[in-house]
């Protein structure tokens, strides 16, 4: 069902696909952004210790959940003429092969301005325990018809 900017209220929801997390998966996004940062190919390099943090094996790309808040934002605006224009992320947790982990986003509000209407939702990434991954904001443009100016 295709949305309307009129439609839209504070809290409405916005759920997009799962993606589970593999091995495989994370080779291709290497292989696709042309990162081959050993945190996510080398095991024996991911063993060791970062300051206080080890991870305790190879982790996701965190660009891989902008990735899927991106196409969650498209997903559910193109459909209604709106463009996505604007999206800040932040990595809360590490994501590991065997995760699965699904980006949602809620109205957070909506704004009329002389030249456009606008919509900001908050998004997040959640894994398959309901831990939040990923946190942010998105700003989706609905342009005002222009045969009505």
Known sequence: MTTTFEKLRAGDAIDGPTFAVSRESIRLFCDAS???????????????S???TNFGGI?????????????MITDWAYPAGAIHRRLETRWVKPVRPGDTIQPTGIIKAKQVTEKSRWVMIDVMVRNQTGEKVATGEAL???PRDLFCQ
């Open 34 to 48: 042309l990162d081959y940062n050993p945190l996510h190919l080398d095991d024996e390099y991911m063993k060791g």
């Open 50 to 52: 970062f300051g206080k």
């Open 59 to 71: 982790i996701m790309h965190g660009m891989n959940n902008f990735g899927l808040i991106s196409r």
């Open 140 to 142: 989706v443009e609905f």
